[in-house]
């Protein structure tokens, strides 16, 4: 009876729970990361306070609109490189998330294969 209840939750609430882990870290990671904020503000300007319209003659303007346009470039390649690692970083856990899942679903078979190579006398060559 022990079995079967620790078998049944295994693949039942057990499952759940770890499916719910790697969803929740994923989510986390991608909150960390704010990868829907850097996406909506991927042109905003980076880091400037005083990015509002500018009054004044013809060389001040242009003169704005050339810091606000570099500004603009510093601010879209910091926020494209985060974007990145954040991906990347979120690749590798939902990656290692579907490795935890597959051993998850395979570690209860590991005493069944030990007692088969004992029986079929396999000895480790170490």
Same mark, same amino acid.
């Given at each position: 009876?022990?079995?079967?209840?620790?078998?049944?939750?295994?693949?039942?609430?057990?499952?759940?729970?770890?499916?719910?882990?790697?969803?929740?870290?994923?989510?986390?990671?991608?909150?960390?990361?704010?990868?829907? /904020?850097?996406?909506?503000? /991927?042109?905003?300007?980076?880091?400037?306070?005083?990015?509002?319209?500018?009054?004044?003659?013809?060389?001040?303007?242009?003169?704005?609109?050339?810091?606000?346009?570099?500004?603009?470039?510093?601010?879209?390649?910091?926020?494209?490189?985060? /974007?990145?690692?954040?991906?990347?970083?979120?690749?590798?856990?939902?990656?290692?998330?579907?490795?935890?899942?597959?051993?998850?679903?395979?570690?209860?078979?590991?005493? %069944?294969?030990?007692?088969? /190579?004992? %029986?079929?006398?396999?000895?480790?060559?170490?």
């Amino acid at each position: 009876m022990f079995l079967v209840g620790m078998l049944s939750w295994w693949y039942g609430d057990g499952w759940r729970q770890r499916v719910h882990m790697i969803r929740s870290r994923l989510a986390v990671s991608s909150d960390y990361f704010s990868l829907g /904020l850097l996406i909506m503000t /991927l042109f905003a300007p980076y880091r400037q306070i005083s990015a509002g319209g500018v009054s004044g003659s013809f060389a001040v303007q242009v003169r704005a609109f050339f810091d606000r346009s570099i500004s603009r470039l510093v601010g879209a390649f910091i926020r494209t490189f985060v /974007l990145l690692f954040g991906c990347i970083v979120i690749l590798f856990q939902a990656l290692f998330g579907g490795i935890v899942l597959l051993l998850w679903m395979i570690i209860p078979a590991f005493p %069944v294969i030990g007692l088969l /190579l004992y %029986v079929l006398g396999w000895v480790p060559a170490w």
